[in-house]
C-alpha cells in the first residue's frame, strides 16, 4: 500500500485588489500571492476501500514556524466530506476515472478560517500528492482545472511560491520570489467566513482600489521597504469594519517595528515583514511582551515564519 507526505504551505496576499462583484456570485481579483514556510502536513496512505480522513492538531514549530506563541487552541476544520481535502480527492478520482481507497490525515499547524489559506493548501496538496502517489501524469494546469471548481485559492497553492494571480483566482503569472524575508503572523481569536466578507464588501458604497504593480516592481529589485509601502488588501477595511478591536493588533505589530503590516485576504490575521532573521526575533519578541501585558482574554496566537518558495514547481 502506497503512502505519500506533501507540505501544503500557507500564503498571504501582499496584495489583494477585489473588483466589482460577478453576477454569478464570484469577483474578479488581482493579488500577489505569497507561500510562507508554515504549513500543514497532509500524508496519503492507500487503504482498501473508500475514503477517510483525519483532521489533527500539528505543531507550528514543526512545521516551518521558527517560533509560535499562542494560548488559544485553534479549531479544527471537519473530519468528512466537508473537508476540501476529501472534496479534492474525490473531484480527482472523477477526473482521472479511478476509484481507490485512501486515508488522508491533516497535520493542521495553520490557523482555520483566518486568510491563509489554509483548506486550499490542503486540498491543492492533496491533488499533487494523489498525481504522484498513482501516477496519474496531469498537468498542473490539469490540476489546477480540478482545483478550481473546489476553491478560488486552490490553482495558486498548486504552484505555491510568489505569483500574480487574476481572474476569480485561475490566472497565475509566475513572479521571481523574493528571499526568504521572516514574517510575523498574528492571528487574533475570531474567525472570519470569507463569503460573508465578499458579501459585505459589495455593500459598500465603492470598491476600495489597491495598485498592485507598485508591489510588483518593489518584488522584482528586492527592495523591501518599497514592498512594505506596495501592500495593500481591499478586504481589510470590511473585516476591520465587522471587527473594530482587530485596529489593537495592527497598530501593536507596527509599534514592535514590523515593516509594513497588512491583513491577509479576508483576515483576521495580520501579518508584518522584517529585513533579517535577527531584526525579525527582535519584533517578535517585544510582540510577545506587548500581548503578555494585554488583560482581555483571549489573547491573539503569534507565529514566526518566513516567506518560501520552491523553485522547482512553475506553472
Ligand atoms: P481563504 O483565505 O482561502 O479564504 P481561509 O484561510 O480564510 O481561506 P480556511 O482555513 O481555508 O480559511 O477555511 C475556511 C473554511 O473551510 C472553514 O469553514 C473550514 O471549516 C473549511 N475547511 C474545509 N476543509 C478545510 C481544511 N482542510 N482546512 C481548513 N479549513 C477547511
Not at 468528512?80 to 473537508?83: A, F, G, K, S, Y
Not at 494585554?294 to 483571549?298: A, L, M
Given at each position: 500500500m502506497g503512502r505519500l507526505v506533501e507540505t501544503a504551505h500557507a500564503k498571504i496576499n501582499l496584495a489583494l485588489d477585489v473588483g466589482e462583484g460577478r453576477p454569478d456570485g464570484y469577483h474578479e481579483i488581482h493579488s500577489v500571492m505569497q507561500s510562507l514556510e508554515l504549513g500543514d502536513i497532509v500524508v496519503l496512505e492507500e487503504r482498501a476501500a473508500g475514503v477517510s480522513l483525519d483532521c489533527l492538531p500539528g505543531d507550528p514549530v514543526k512545521q516551518g514556524a521558527l517560533q509560535f506563541v499562542g494560548s488559544e487552541p485553534e479549531p479544527m476544520p471537519p473530519s468528512?466530506?466537508?473537508?476540501l481535502a476529501w472534496q479534492a480527492a474525490e473531484h480527482l478520482m472523477d477526473a482521472a476515472g479511478v476509484r481507490r481507497g485512501l486515508n488522508i490525515t491533516i497535520r493542521k499547524a495553520i490557523p482555520v478560517?483566518?486568510?491563509?489559506g489554509g483548506g486550499s493548501a490542503d486540498a491543492a496538496a492533496v491533488l499533487r500528492g494523489l498525481n504522484r502517489l498513482w501516477n496519474l501524469g496531469l498537468t498542473i494546469q490539469e490540476l489546477a482545472a480540478i482545483g478550481e471548481k473546489i476553491g478560488a485559492d486552490i490553482p495558486f497553492c498548486l504552484s505555491e511560491g510568489t505569483a500574480e494571480v487574476s481572474g476569480i483566482g485561475e490566472k497565475i503569472e509566475a513572479v521571481p520570489s523574493p528571499p526568504p524575508w521572516p514574517v510575523i503572523l498574528l492571528k487574533p481569536p475570531v474567525a472570519v467566513s470569507t463569503a460573508a466578507c465578499y458579501a459585505a464588501y459589495d455593500e459598500l458604497p465603492q470598491r476600495v482600489a489597491v495598485d498592485v504593480s507598485n508591489l510588483l516592481t518593489a518584488l522584482s529589485e528586492q527592495n523591501i521597504q518599497a514592498v512594505a509601502k506596495g501592500l495593500g488588501n481591499s478586504l481589510e477595511a470590511v473585516t476591520l469594519q465587522r471587527f473594530p478591536d482587530l485596529i489593537r493588533w495592527e497598530e501593536m505589530m507596527e509599534n514592535a517595528g514590523c515593516l509594513g503590516v497588512l491583513m491577509s485576504g479576508s483576515g483576521p490575521t495580520f501579518f508584518g515583514l522584517a529585513r533579517d532573521l535577527k531584526e525579525g526575533t527582535g519584533v517578535f519578541m517585544k510582540l510577545v511582551d506587548s500581548i503578555k501585558q494585554?488583560?482581555?482574554?483571549?489573547l491573539p496566537n503569534l507565529y514566526f515564519t518566513r516567506l518560501w518558495s520552491d523553485r522547482r514547481v512553475r506553472l
Open positions: 468528512d466530506c466537508r473537508n478560517s483566518a486568510g491563509l494585554e488583560q482581555r482574554r483571549p
